[in-house]
Structures are given as C-alpha cells and as structure tokens.
C-alpha cells in the first residue's frame, strides 16, 4: 500500500519542528555545524545554521506498520529483538552489535556485501560534553535533534553494481515516551527546494563531513510510530544506485 493511500487511515498529531530558515546568508556562507566540545570563548563560532519553527502533523503507523515495505516506501519497520545487552565493555557490545544489524540487513535486501561506516548514541536529554569523548558515543550521546536532516549520498560509477545505504534506527532501553523519530516519506521532498546541504565537524575527531538540512515545504509528509520498542527495528534508504528513492529525511530521536 502507498503511503498516501495509508495516510488517509491514521491518527496524527501536530507538534513544531526547527526548519532550516531560507536565510540569504547561505548564498555567500554554507551553513556548518561543529559537534562536540568547544572552548568557551570558541562557543559563538559553533554553527550559523538559523532555524525557524513550523508545525506539521506526524501520523502515526502504529497498527499498520507491517503495510510498508522498504523497496516501495523507502522506509519499513523489522520486527528483530536484538541478542546484544549494552554493558560496560562498550567497544565489544557496539561491535557485536553492527554485525547482528549488518546481517540482517543483508539476509533482508538478499545484498551480497554489508558494511556499517557509522553509528550514533542519542539520548532525550544531553549529558555534559566531555573534551576526551567523542560526541555520539555511548559515554556520551548526541541529544535528541529537533532539525529535520538528511543523510543523502550523491553517488555515480559505471564499474561498480548496485550500491544502496541505509539507516537503522531503534531503542535501546525501553519503548520510547519522549521524542520519538519522525521520518519523512522521501517522494514528498523536493531535493532541488527543500534540501541545502551543510558541513559537520567535529573538531578532536579529524572529522567532516556533510549532510542535508531542510527547509520546510507544505507537501512533505511525515509519519512516526509511537511507543517504538526495541524489537521495532527502523530501516529506511538513504541511496539506491538503481532506483530514484529521493532523500530519506529524518530527525533524530
């Protein structure tokens, strides 16, 4: 079933997200994020991203979840307990854990390689940064983000088959009460309008890398599904080398 026609069968509810804001700043400055810890006096060069705050309906999928299907909604919810207990062996725990995940999406897709390039720890409420822990890591989480964004791969090569990315997401402890992730359907976004693309670094960490901002557009559609556990495995495409997904947007829980 499509995402339009399911649309029409379940609740929603409104809230305000942070919109990236059509500032003509980006037109001489490309917008950038520095994550992790800075010197207090280095605190006011820590981003020139503005947002402005809209608000928008989420529907919510519980109760119809097991409709979607990756391959025609870009995006599905796996019904996986995971094996892997979080204890204080961190390293270990997370390792284990992106070989179950890469198995299973590999079983899943019928893919012939899978890699894990990237994981992140987030948590409702921040703890402290710490300058030797890098931000995103169990010791010390990335908080809940409330800026809709895109991890979206611009990818071209006549010498290598299909290439596809994805993102998993789930919880860890329990199901989720306070901000769950909102994910939007990716035939609604408008890459050209929408999408303005930003550097993140992270500055200890010998890091940059980019990602997709975006700007709000009343044609945009987004769904959640509320009190997620963590048996309910999110799993959604951010590139297809053979088929035009457009950008999965997110935001993080």
Request: hydrophobic share 30%; with cysteine.
């Amino acid at each position: 079933m499509s995402l339009s026609s399911l649309r029409l069968q379940l609740p929603n509810v409104t809230s305000s997200l942070s919109f990236l804001k059509d500032d003509p700043l980006y037109d001489e400055e490309k917008p950038y994020y520095c994550a992790g810890s800075l010197k207090p006096e280095e605190e006011v060069y820590r981003t020139n991203l503005n947002y402005c705050s809209t608000t928008v309906s989420f529907h919510d999928l519980r109760g119809f979840q097991s409709q979607l299907d990756i391959e025609r909604n870009g995006f599905a919810f796996i019904d996986f307990p995971s094996k892997i207990i979080f204890d204080g062996n961190d390293n270990e725990s997370v390792r284990d854990y992106m070989i179950e995940t890469m198995t299973l999406l590999k079983n899943k897709l019928a893919a012939e390689q899978c890699y894990c390039y990237s994981y992140r720890f987030r948590r409702s409420k921040q703890p402290s940064m710490t300058p030797d822990i890098p931000t995103g890591t169990r010791g010390c989480p990335d908080e809940a983000a409330n800026n809709p964004h895109v991890v979206y791969i611009e990818y071209s090569s006549q010498n290598i088959p299909e290439l596809t990315f994805h993102g998993v997401w789930r919880p860890l402890y329990g199901k989720v009460e306070d901000d769950p992730l909102a994910i939007c359907d990716c035939f609604t976004i408008d890459p050209d309008k929408d999408l303005v693309a930003a550097d993140r670094i992270s500055p200890g960490q010998e890091y940059v890398g980019e990602i997709y901002y975006v700007k709000h557009n009343e044609q945009q559609k987004w769904y959640y599904l509320s009190s997620q556990t963590p048996e309910e495995l999110l799993a959604f495409v951010s590139f297809d080398s053979e088929r035009d997904f457009g950008p999965a947007c997110k935001l993080g829980a």
